[in-house]
């Protein structure tokens, strides 16, 4: 089921509670969608599903247009976790990396929902949490956007629940740092910021250096932090994690993330296992082969990358603690009674 902006409030309370972390997967596909909610099903655990501006403008989605690939991609991901195979998985559905001049015009759209028709009504379709990519952006320009956005849900009637990040990729991110960023949203606009997204170390994607200034332990002085601030605790969204090893993710979740962010090894998985494909069918894939067209229909490559790919997430929600979580969840919530 996908969760709207003030259901998600909910799962990331509820996270936060029970001491795990989603899996958030950046899907390029809608196979991938597919493959990452199969995945939650097995593993019985809620699911974050993200899409970034290369999504949104990918030919899988919007074909260059941003805001066309946001309504298709938030479409495709609601009929799938809305169907009878995956109604009883919670999913988000949260934007990533959106940056640059596109941004403001993206998320406000992605805030005010995507119109869908179904059944001679017209329905709205929004994020389940909306976050943008702050790394080009002074602390006063990032508070000024988020706050942007709440204005925009206010004034359009429409709910947005925020994860805020800060300089993700500069290290650990300074306590006063943190303290100027939840409190330039907070007293503006309380109650409104559910998730946040500090240096930890961490960086997007690999590096020749690795992992080694992570640390972990700084999670929970930073939501301790948060608390101090604006009076409830967060959770925190942990951004590279490629790279990391099952210790390093769990002693993050042990101290206070609820949000693990995933795109590079899956990215790695993926295109693995296509290549495995089309390797060891090369010679199905002559013009003449008697099994020439079953070979080479993306569903195809699609089942085989599934049949591969969706343990390998399956695991990575059960490192996180993710793992037998849906029931427990849906009892806490009481959205499945509403």
């Known amino acids: 089921m996908l969760l709207n902006p003030i259901q998600a409030r909910a799962l990331l309370e509820y996270a936060l509670k029970e001491r795990f972390a989603m899996l958030a997967v950046n899907a390029d596909s809608p196979a991938a969608i597919y493959d990452c909610l199969l995945a939650a099903k097995q593993a019985e655990g809620p699911i974050i599903i993200e899409s970034s501006l290369w999504q949104l403008e990918g030919i899988s989605f919007g074909g260059g247009d941003a805001v066309l690939g946001l309504g ?45 028709r179904l059944e001679n009504a017209d329905i709205r379709l929004s994020p389940s949490t909306i976050s943008l990519d702050a790394s080009e952006l002074s602390n006063d320009e990032n508070i000024s956007f988020i706050n942007g956005l709440i204005e925009v849900s206010k004034k359009s009637g429409r709910p947005i629940t925020v994860e805020m990040e800060a300089g993700v990729d500069s290290g650990l991110t300074p306590p006063e740092e943190i303290k100027a960023l939840v409190e330039g949203v907070e007293k503006n606009n309380p109650k409104y910021l559910y998730i946040f997204a500090p240096g930890l ?29 604006i009076g409830r605790r967060i959770g925190i969204a942990l951004h590279g994690s490629s ?96």
């Open 72 to 116: 298709r991609y938030i479409v495709d991901t609601a009929l799938l976790a809305n169907s009878d195979e995956f109604k009883d998985v919670p999913a988000l559905y949260h934007t990533d990396h959106i940056k640059g001049p596109k941004a403001k015009n993206i998320l406000e759209n992605a805030v005010k929902g995507v119109s869908v």
């Open 201 to 229: 170390g961490s960086r997007h994607g690999y590096s020749k250096e690795g992992f080694p200034a992570f640390q972990p332990e700084m999670v929970a002085r930073d939501i301790d932090l948060i608390e101090e601030c």
């Open 243 to 338: 790279g990391l090893s099952e210790e390093q993710l769990k002693q993050a979740v042990n101290n206070g993330v609820i949000k693990i962010n995933w795109a590079t090894d899956s990215l790695a998985l993926r295109s693995k296992f296509a290549m495995e494909y089309y390797n060891n069918n090369a010679e199905k894939l002559v013009l003449g082969h008697k099994e020439f067209k079953i070979t080479a229909m993306d569903n195809g490559v699609n089942q085989y990358i599934s049949k591969n790919y969706v343990p390998c997430v399956q695991k990575r929600i059960e490192i996180q603690g993710g793992g037998n979580k849906n029931e427990g969840f849906w009892k806490y919530s009481g959205i499945l009674n509403n």
